[in-house]
């Protein structure tokens, strides 16, 4: 009895051990076909303008559109911006003309491939860089952007080649994880036109696209991708949500100082208030107060 129960337990165990194995090859080869594959994006040139004010813009633009986050202060990126065994490891690129820097080959082609459809100079897609939110900048914030990205001061960092871990490759597999932009993006068709700079609901829908990233695509909150379970939820943003507990002046004030309606702080390590708040104008912060405020009341906490 006892010898018949122990070979069903090890008829299992081997089966479950062959499942493991086969399914590991599965997810390696799926992993592999989606992150080699190669995409053709024929890009459309955008003019880069020259004027110092032009370029100061764009220096501006790469804080509220979050490229400073990622990239580091100075651009020039972080080695370890996600790095672990089972993640794996995607440094965020060097930006700059230093060595190991971008800067030092890109063509002006090869910005706007890179920051508005999310595919390297190879046809790979790029991971994590979050291209669906650039796809739709209007060209001249686009040409601003890479115009102040090709003066900015060389910083010699190389980082290590990327490379994607087992819980990444099958949270990738399983569509648990928005790991290539590009797979979003419809690459034959023109980007949409951008809505002319204003305090209109439209441009207000334009610049919110900088907070869809952490406060989900209807701007509901929930989790932040990627975040271990117990750190601060994005907010829902919807007049369902906080929004309903601010006046214009409060919201201003909030992503200015940090300090929510009630006197208690939003978490900086959560909310990048000061890098938003300090290079966003008081007309643009109307313009996305707006904008919130003619959404959909929701009540759910989930993007
Ligand atoms: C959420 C984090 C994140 C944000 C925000 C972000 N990036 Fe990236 N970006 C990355 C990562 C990570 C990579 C490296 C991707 C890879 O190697 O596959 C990258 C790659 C790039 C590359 C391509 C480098 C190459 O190897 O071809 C460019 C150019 C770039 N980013 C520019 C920008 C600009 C400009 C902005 C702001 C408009 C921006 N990024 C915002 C994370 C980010
Ligand atoms: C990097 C992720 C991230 C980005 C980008 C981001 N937020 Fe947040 N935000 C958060 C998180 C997380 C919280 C919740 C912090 C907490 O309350 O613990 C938050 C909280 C807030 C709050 C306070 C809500 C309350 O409790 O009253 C407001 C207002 C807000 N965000 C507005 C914005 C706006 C507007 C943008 C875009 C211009 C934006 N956020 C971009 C992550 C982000």
Request: net charge neutral; aromatic share 6%.
């Amino acid at each position: 009895m006892l010898r018949k129960i122990l070979k069903v337990i090890a008829i299992v165990l081997s089966s479950l051990i062959v499942l493991i194995l086969v399914a590991g090859i599965v997810i390696y080869v799926l992993s592999e076909q989606r992150i080699n594959k190669l995409y053709t994006v024929s890009v459309a040139p955008v003019t880069i303008p020259t004027a110092e004010t032009e370029i100061r813009e764009g220096e501006r633009l790469a804080k509220i559109r979050g490229c400073t986050s990622c990239h580091m202060a100075d651009l020039a990126g972080d080695s370890a911006f996600i790095a672990g065994a089972p993640v794996g490891r995607i440094p965020s690129a060097n930006l700059t003309s230093g060595q190991g820097g971008r800067g030092q080959t890109f063509s002006d082609v090869d910005w706007v491939r890179a920051i508005r459809y999310g595919v390297n100079q190879a046809g790979r897609g790029l991971w994590i860089m979050p291209s669906h939110e650039y796809f739709s900048m209007s060209n001249q914030d686009l040409g601003r952007l890479i115009a102040y990205l090709k003066t900015i001061p060389a910083v010699d960092r190389v980082h290590p080649p990327r490379q994607l871990g087992p819980l990444f490759r099958t949270l990738l597999v399983a569509g648990q994880l928005p790991l290539l932009a590009v797979e979003e993006l419809d690459l034959t068709a023109a980007p949409p036109t951008a809505p002319p700079p204003g305090e209109t609901v439209e441009y207000g829908s334009y610049l919110a696209v900088t907070c869809s990233g952490c406060h989900g695509a209807n701007y509901t909150g929930g989790p932040l991708p990627g975040a271990d379970p117990g750190s601060p939820e994005a907010a829902n943003l919807t007049p369902g949500g906080v929004m309903k507990n601010y006046s214009e002046a409060q919201f201003i004030a909030a992503l200015r100082t940090g300090i929510r309606p009630d006197g208690s702080a939003i978490p900086n390590e959560a909310m990048p208030w000061q890098v938003l708040g300090g290079s966003l104008t008081d007309s643009e912060l109307k313009t996305l107060y707006m904008f919130f405020q003619s959404l959909p009341a929701s009540s759910v906490d989930a993007s």
